[in-house]
């Protein structure tokens, strides 16, 4: 039996902010989702390139739910390529990036598709692959890691895109 050093998991709703430090993403609200194995992040104008003799990607983010009043630029390694089908039965070839999610005051490294969700509710989804060993999850609650208040911020303190 292996001895896997573990952090105290945290609690969080069926909604949290969340940020993607490598991407430079500070507070986007993300729909946390257990029927979904794959994690998923509203992606547009995806190009792939070769940087250094390694497979690269370069998108745009409207993090802000409803608006595209925000686009953030973001580059990262393609991790994978993967076949995903939604919740409405259609699939699709996705690419994979693996890069860090800090919830609360816990970071860890997930797998994230890339992918339209215009026409979704939020910009971003928490699968359950992602949350394995780090989260419970209260599907009763919002914002159990640090809700955004009226002056942007989180509870701890930290800045938060509102929308």
């Avoid at 939020?122 to 780090?134: K, P």
Wanted: glycine share 8%.
């Amino acid at each position: 039996m292996s001895k896997r050093k573990t952090l105290p998991r945290v609690w969080i709703g069926w909604r949290e902010w969340v940020d993607l430090p490598a991407l430079e993403i500070a507070g986007i609200k993300a729909k946390i989702d257990t029927g979904a194995a794959t994690s998923a992040i509203h992606a547009i104008h995806i190009r792939r390139f070769t940087e250094d003799g390694r497979r690269r990607v370069a998108f745009e983010i409207h993090p802000e739910q409803r608006s595209t009043a925000v686009t953030i630029a973001c580059q990262a390694d393609i991790h994978d390529e993967r076949y995903v089908t939604s919740s409405t039965g259609h699939r699709e070839k996705r690419i994979v990036i693996r890069t860090p999610v800090r919830i609360a005051n816990q970071q860890w490294p997930i797998d994230l598709t890339l992918t339209n969700r215009d026409t979704m509710g939020f910009r971003m989804l928490l699968g359950r692959r992602a949350m394995h060993g780090h989260v419970l999850v209260d599907p009763s609650a919002s914002y159990l890691a640090g809700a955004a208040d009226s002056g942007g911020k989180a509870a701890d303190g930290r800045a938060r895109r509102r929308g």
